[in-house]
């Protein structure tokens, strides 16, 4: 089983900084990928954020570009992403994703964390 746990919300000012990590743990054989996504209120779709790959190849939306830098730590399995420049509308749930084939199946699996909120104050 994995495990994705995030860490690092909060409520800040607009034009603060947060920086949110995300840590996957479990029968982990291998990660093709993690990523954060957010969830604003009221709405159903997960937009993507920033997503960073095994070969530290990075896809960032041009919402994120600038602003926002995810970075990896493979040693543990952590995701972190700095949040810079926050603006109101940046108000989320973040979630953590992580691609992960497991040490007992072949293939690769999404999966998720809770989420943490931000909450970004104009």
């Known amino acids: 089983q994995v495990q994705v746990v995030e860490s690092g919300g909060g409520l800040v000012q607009a034009g603060g900084s947060l920086r949110l990590s995300c840590a996957a743990s479990?029968?982990?054989?291998?990660?093709?990928?993690m990523g954060w996504y957010r969830q604003a209120p009221g709405q159903q779709l997960r937009d993507l954020v920033a997503e960073i790959f095994s070969d530290d190849s990075t896809n960032y939306p041009d919402s994120s570009k600038g602003r926002f830098t995810i970075s990896r730590d493979g040693a543990k399995n952590m995701v972190y992403l700095q949040m810079n420049s926050l603006k109101p509308e940046d108000t989320a749930v973040y979630l953590c994703?992580?691609?992960?084939?497991?040490?007992?199946?072949?293939?690769?699996?999404?999966?998720w964390g809770q989420g943490t909120q931000v909450t970004v104050s104009s």
């Open positions: 994703q992580a691609d992960v084939q497991t040490t007992t199946a072949p293939r690769f699996f999404r999966y």
């Open positions: 479990g029968t982990i054989f291998s990660i093709n990928s």
